[in-house]
């Protein structure tokens, strides 16, 4: 790979452990900062640190780190190592910092995978996958055949909070159900959030509902610019191996598939019923859902790869811990914790076999650098001598490029209560090419803590922008929202596209660069021409925000009437 011969699986590990042993720890102390304080733990982050992590974390030692294999394998192994170096407890299984997912890999079978639109009367349609239609058998299970009526439900929103429900008066019990991808639509921000992407709209949300609500199946309709991305995306994203959580308790579609809006034209013709009518009622209050006069015919044949690959989780204990702290190292006693915790996946997409030339998706911006971040924000907080009043807990997460499955399953399994983690900030991708004048902060303002978050960044002379894309719902794609569903208040630090002696129309060319060219490419490899002292700068906000959470006076907590609220709500219940 690479034209570099990889090593043995031994060879490799050993190399890895020589590597932690002896690389350079450095320290910035700034003049006139007392050691043990939260602002010598500041001055020490350092660049030259995160740039030799990033380095040796996209290394083509590593194969990509795509989860069950033997790159991801190592490199979680390599994490470990140094968060033990660091003198961080193991907050993982069985007191090691390894918290091992079970995972189910899915590959459709696409000869042995059939759709058919069965109409009433008339004949019937034949889809082919990959270019009318693509699906996933999140049962696990070999093959699965379908021969069920197909329900238009809209949206295939339920939001008491806005008086939608488009299941309301329609019985989906194995059937497939049949939805628009994205919100209703609205220009109010009090209804589906007006222009900005709400979770409803999401695609995640739409087959897990139809689950909920008893369908064996759910076709979405895809139309480029609800859904922010072409249909190559879509194809791209699911004609390949999807992974599913092994031990995932909610309910599951037997064909969780996607639909060109050209397949939905003729399956509506089909029903003699107009598309642009009936997208029309979908966003109208009063919709109601209509079964069609189509049955869907199905097979789904699939291979099956049960795997596990970890989470690494270190903790640093607080001197309040919670009596249900699993650290070996951590006392007992009655207060609870109001821990931070800091995210970073460190899987990627693995590599090409026998591919000539560059066949290896290194990863080095996505996510070496928030790996590479929350390391050295480890290793300042372990080295500080500070004992914190809370927890201070850090992982790095597997299986995010598979739909955030990792923390999926760390927010179901968390080291400490749920309701005792007071704040979770995630670091994802933040290219190295200089200081940071602005940040985004998507979701912060959600949450009491906003305040604090304000004032921080002005301190630290950031300032704070939108969004820039609200209606591609950002804040569902990445590691924080995970936390969220279990009621943890959570937000990832971006940056915006204003550097240091730059203009903006230089960080957007940069940012439009790296999306347009090395994005999930093979060239998103280590730049020896990188800047990191702005990602030095954001790993020092966020320990100043982590600090401010542990030493508050009450937990954070989501806004009032927030979608986040009453899973919240219910930890703290349930402590």
């Given at each position: 790979?690479?034209?570099?011969?990889?090593?043995?699986?031994?060879?490799?590990?050993?190399?890895?452990?020589?590597?932690?042993?002896?690389?350079?720890?450095?320290?910035?102390?700034?003049?006139?900062?007392?050691?043990?304080?939260?602002?010598?733990?500041?001055?020490?982050?350092?660049?030259?640190?995160?740039?030799?992590?990033?380095?040796?974390?996209?290394?083509?030692?590593?194969?990509?780190?795509?989860?069950?294999?033997?790159?991801?394998?190592?490199?979680?192994?390599?994490?470990?190592?140094?968060?033990?170096?660091?003198?961080?407890?193991?907050?993982?299984?069985?007191?090691?910092?390894?918290?091992?997912?079970?995972?189910?890999?899915?590959?459709?079978?696409?000869?042995?995978?059939?759709?058919?639109?069965?109409?009433?009367?008339?004949?019937?349609?034949?889809?082919?996958?990959?270019?009318?239609?693509?699906?996933?058998?999140?049962?696990?299970?070999?093959?699965?055949?379908?021969?069920?009526?197909?329900?238009?439900?809209?949206?295939?929103?339920?939001?008491?909070?806005?008086?939608?429900?488009?299941?309301?008066?329609?019985?989906?019990?194995?059937?497939?159900?049949?939805?628009?991808?994205?919100?209703?639509?609205?220009?109010?921000?009090?209804?589906?959030?007006?222009?900005?992407?709400?979770?409803?709209?999401?695609?995640?949300?739409?087959?897990?509902?139809?689950?909920?609500?008893?369908?064996?199946?759910?076709?979405?309709?895809?139309?480029?610019?609800?859904?922010?991305?072409?249909?190559?995306?879509?194809?791209?994203?699911?004609?390949?191996?999807?992974?599913?959580?092994?031990?995932?308790?909610?309910?599951?579609?037997?064909?969780?598939?996607?639909?060109?809006?050209?397949?939905?034209?003729?399956?509506?013709?089909?029903?003699?019923?107009?598309?642009?009518?009936?997208?029309?009622?979908?966003?109208?209050?009063?919709?109601?859902?209509?079964?069609?006069?189509?049955?869907?015919?199905?097979?789904?044949?699939?291979?099956?790869?049960?795997?596990?690959?970890?989470?690494?989780?270190?903790?640093?204990?607080?001197?309040?811990?919670?009596?249900?702290?699993?650290?070996?190292?951590?006392?007992?006693?009655?207060?609870?914790?109001?821990?931070?915790?800091?995210?970073?996946?460190?899987?990627?997409?693995?590599?090409?076999?026998?591919?000539?030339?560059?066949?290896?998706?290194?990863?080095?911006?996505?996510?070496?650098?928030?790996?590479?971040m929350i390391l050295e924000m480890a290793r300042a907080w372990a080295q500080s001598g500070i004992k914190p009043p809370h927890s201070v807990i850090f992982a790095a997460v597997t299986a995010e490029e598979q739909g955030l499955l990792g923390s999926?399953?760390?927010?179901?399994?968390?080291?400490?209560?749920?309701?005792?983690?007071?704040?979770?900030?995630?670091?994802?991708?933040?290219?190295?090419?200089?200081?940071?004048?602005?940040?985004n902060v998507n979701g912060a303002q959600r949450t009491t803590f906003y305040p604090r978050v304000e004032a921080t960044a002005k301190r630290f002379g950031l300032a704070i922008v939108p969004d820039p894309r609200p209606e591609a719902g950002s804040?569902?794609?990445?590691?924080?929202?995970?936390?969220?569903?279990?009621?943890?208040?959570?937000?990832?630090?971006?940056?915006?596209?204003?550097?240091?002696?730059?203009?903006?129309?230089?960080?957007?060319?940069?940012?439009?660069?790296?999306?347009?060219?090395?994005?999930?490419?093979?060239?998103?490899?280590?730049?020896?021409?990188?800047?990191?002292?702005?990602?030095?700068?954001?790993?020092?906000?966020?320990?100043?925000?982590?600090?401010?959470?542990?030493?508050?006076?009450?937990?954070?907590?989501?806004?009032?009437?927030?979608?986040?609220?009453?899973?919240?709500?219910?930890?703290?219940?349930?402590?």
């Amino acid at each position: 790979m690479n034209s570099r011969k990889i090593p043995t699986a031994a060879a490799a590990l050993l190399s890895i452990l020589a590597s932690a042993a002896t690389a350079p720890i450095l320290a910035q102390s700034a003049p006139n900062v007392a050691l043990g304080t939260i602002a010598a733990v500041e001055a020490s982050v350092s660049a030259q640190n995160i740039r030799t992590q990033d380095q040796f974390i996209s290394d083509d030692l590593f194969e990509g780190r795509y989860p069950g294999l033997r790159g991801g394998q190592l490199a979680a192994q390599y994490i470990a190592t140094q968060f033990a170096l660091y003198g961080l407890a193991p907050a993982g299984d069985n007191g090691t910092y390894l918290q091992q997912v079970n995972f189910v890999g899915m590959k459709v079978i696409p000869d042995q995978t059939t759709f058919t639109l069965q109409p009433a009367s008339g004949q019937p349609v034949l889809l082919k996958f990959g270019d009318d239609f693509v699906v996933s058998n999140q049962t696990l299970t070999p093959t699965t055949t379908l021969d069920v009526p197909i329900v238009f439900v809209g949206y295939g929103a339920t939001a008491p909070e806005y008086n939608w429900d488009d299941y309301a008066n329609v019985d989906v019990k194995g059937k497939v159900i049949l939805c628009i991808v994205g919100d209703p639509p609205s220009d109010d921000p009090k209804f589906f959030a007006g222009k900005a992407l709400t979770y409803y709209g999401r695609w995640t949300y739409k087959f897990e509902q139809a689950a909920r609500k008893g369908a064996v199946g759910a076709l979405i309709i895809h139309r480029t610019d609800l859904a922010s991305y072409g249909w190559n995306v879509v194809h791209n994203s699911n004609s390949g191996e999807k992974t599913f959580l092994l031990d995932d308790a909610n309910p599951r579609l037997q064909a969780a598939s996607w639909i060109q809006l050209d397949v939905a034209r003729k399956l509506f013709a089909l029903s003699n019923l107009d598309l642009d009518k009936e997208f029309a009622a979908a966003g109208k209050p009063g919709f109601h859902a209509i079964e069609l006069p189509v049955r869907l015919k199905a097979t789904v044949t699939s291979t099956i790869r049960p795997f596990q690959s970890p989470n690494v989780v270190a903790i640093l204990p607080g001197k309040s811990p919670s009596p249900t702290h699993k650290s070996p190292n951590a006392e007992c006693c009655a207060r609870v914790d109001q821990a931070v915790l800091y995210t970073a996946h460190y899987d990627h997409l693995g590599f090409v076999p026998n591919m000539p030339g560059d066949n290896i998706y290194n990863g080095a911006a996505d996510n070496g650098t928030g790996v590479a971040m929350i390391l050295e924000m480890a290793r300042a907080w372990a080295q500080s001598g500070i004992k914190p009043p809370h927890s201070v807990i850090f992982a790095a997460v597997t299986a995010e490029e598979q739909g955030l499955l990792g923390s999926e399953y760390l927010g179901q399994h968390p080291p400490i209560p749920a309701s005792q983690i007071s704040l979770d900030i995630n670091f994802d991708m933040l290219l190295p090419i200089g200081i940071q004048q602005e940040i985004n902060v998507n979701g912060a303002q959600r949450t009491t803590f906003y305040p604090r978050v304000e004032a921080t960044a002005k301190r630290f002379g950031l300032a704070i922008v939108p969004d820039p894309r609200p209606e591609a719902g950002s804040y569902y794609r990445s590691d924080h929202f995970s936390l969220s569903r279990v009621g943890i208040p959570a937000f990832s630090v971006d940056s915006g596209t204003l550097y240091e002696g730059h203009d903006r129309a230089w960080g957007v060319a940069k940012e439009k660069d790296f999306n347009d060219n090395h994005y999930h490419n093979f060239s998103d490899n280590f730049d020896p021409t990188w800047d990191f002292t702005g990602d030095a700068k954001l790993a020092r906000f966020g320990i100043d925000l982590g600090w401010q959470v542990i030493n508050a006076p009450h937990t954070v907590e989501w806004n009032k009437g927030d979608e986040f609220a009453p899973a919240r709500e219910a930890s703290e219940r349930a402590q």
